[in-house]
């Protein structure tokens, strides 16, 4: 969960007195600044704390300094509350090794990412408390995403070779926006040195807001999209073969707090773009949320489906009209084929 963004807030109001001195900035005010997304499928869960920055030089100036958008002296805890009652409380710790931040005008000198490790509980709250020297708790709650399962796919056999295919999985509650994943394993080979592979994956994201909620929740894949997706992020190096090895899918159920906040902050073709801000965080600004995550599985076993292609999407990853030139080359116990300037080229 790519799920952390800093947010700027400018805090502006005019004044005019006698000597018609303009002031644009309001007195600086500790502003929190807390995106936390929870997912009882994972052990781990990070939370991102900031804040807010206001003054007189330039963003790209105040940008630079940590101490405009970075704390150094927070307490946070993360509680957990069932039927009203506290459970468990769970301080949050300073990752060791947080991720690189992309480059950009905000310095990531200071930069800290706060986490904890819980197995969470279905059926319980939680609840984010972050306290500075002399300033107000920020706060903010959440439950869980419930619990579903995929119907569709489940067949190791995975046919992509029409138009589209189903797909489909149970209601969660609490749950009002899904993103599927569809990553896509293959060996990449060099021509003049088989011996010389390497293991890749390509991973396909798409969303789904539905309108309706019915028990079973449908989502008709277009096949075609994927297949044009992966001619746009597949080159035609002539100096390596690919070979399709196996795919593994996953969906995340967003909490409908993470669909209002999706929503405000789409993209707006009107003249004014200014959008309301959501925020869930009391004393604060940011998301504290929830999603799930599951993959196709067992309905005996519970052991996770790894897809295999079917022979048709075997031969339409390969030959379609938009992958061919796309190097990847279909194995049978016969002979190896791969497709080039329309004509298909076979060899033993």
Same mark, same amino acid.
Request: hydrophobic fraction near 40%; aromatic fraction near 12%.
């Given at each position: ?182 990553? $896509? /394993? ?5 021509? @003049?040195?088989?011996?010389?592979? %390497? *293991?890749? =994956? ?114 339409? $990853? /390969? ?5 061919? @030139?796309?190097?990847?080359?279909? %194995? *049978?116990? =016969? ?14």
């Amino acid at each position: 969960m790519n799920f952390g963004r800093i947010l700027v807030l400018f805090l502006g109001l005019l004044l005019f007195s006698c000597s018609n001195e303009l002031k644009v900035n309001a007195p600086w005010k500790d502003i929190p600044i807390i995106y936390s997304v929870l997912d009882p499928s994972k052990d781990t869960h990070f939370v991102r704390i900031h804040k807010a920055f206001l003054g007189d030089k330039p963003v790209a100036e105040m940008a630079s300094v940590p101490d405009s958008i970075y704390y150094s002296d927070l307490q946070a805890i993360v509680e957990e509350y069932i039927n009203g009652q506290k459970t468990r409380s769970f301080p949050l710790q300073i990752h060791p090794n947080p991720p690189k931040l992309n480059e950009g005008i905000f310095t990531t000198d200071g930069f800290r990412l706060y986490y904890f490790t819980a197995q969470l509980q279905n059926n319980a709250q939680y609840k984010i408390i972050v306290s500075r020297p002399g300033q107000p708790d920020a706060t903010a709650t959440t439950d869980l995403v419930g619990t579903y399962r995929i119907v569709r796919p489940v067949t190791q056999q995975l046919n992509l070779s029409g138009r589209s295919t189903d797909f489909a999985w149970t209601r969660p509650e609490r749950a009002t926006i899904f993103t599927w994943e569809l990553d $896509l /394993f293959y060996l990449e080979q060099k021509v @003049n040195n088989p011996l010389d592979t %390497v *293991t890749k =994956v390509i991973t396909y994201t798409f969303n789904h807001e539905p309108i309706n909620f019915p028990q079973q929740l449908n989502y008709t894949f277009s096949t075609d999209q994927y297949f044009a997706f992966l001619a746009a992020n597949f080159d035609s190096d002539p100096t390596v073969y690919r070979f399709f090895r196996r795919m593994r899918m996953r969906l995340v159920a967003g909490h409908e707090t993470m669909a209002q906040f999706v929503r405000v902050n789409a993209p707006t073709g009107g003249i004014v773009q200014e959008r309301p801000l959501f925020t869930n965080v009391e004393n604060g600004v940011g998301l504290f949320t929830s999603s799930r995550t599951v993959v196709p599985s067992n309905i005996n076993t519970g052991q996770e489906i790894i897809f295999d292609f079917d022979q048709g999407t075997q031969i339409r $990853l /390969f030959s379609d009209p938009v992958m061919c @030139n796309k190097r990847f080359v279909r %194995v *049978t116990s =016969v002979d190896s084929c791969i497709c080039i300037n329309g004509n298909i080229v076979c060899w033993r």
